[in-house]
């Protein structure tokens, strides 16, 4: 069973950036697409950044341009850099295979103010 611990979360201001981290336990990490995914107040969870086993990206547009996603294999640890935040970005963000899996970790809250 895999176990993610999401990291990396706070408050910022519009404008500001933050990096947040995912560590995965388990030996096929490398070669498992992965892919953050948030959860803003009262709304469903959705996908906003995939990464393929081989690096290729893919993007929320509502996050293209702005955010990044990327991997260490080496670490077990996928990584999303948010520039150019917004109140809107304010959510609790999770990791998670592509698909998701049952399981999630507890997430990593990040609110942005105005």
């Known amino acids: 069973q895999v176990q993610l611990v999401e990291s990396g979360g706070g408050l910022v201001q519009a404008g500001g950036s933050l990096k947040l981290s995912c560590e995965a336990s388990g030996s096929t990490f490398r070669v498992v697409a992965m892919a953050w995914y948030r959860q803003p107040p009262g709304k469903q969870r959705d996908r906003v950044a995939t990464?393929?086993?081989?690096?290729?990206?893919d993007y929320a547009d509502s996050v293209k341009g702005r955010f990044t996603i990327s991997r260490d294999n080496a670490k077990n640890t996928v990584y999303l850099q948010m520039n150019s935040l917004k109140p809107e970005d304010t959510a609790v963000y999770y990791c998670?295979?592509?698909?998701?899996?049952?399981?999630w970790g507890q997430g990593t809250q990040v609110t942005v103010s105005s």
């Open positions: 998670n295979l592509v698909p998701p899996r049952s399981v």
């Open positions: 990464i393929s086993s081989g690096g290729r990206t």
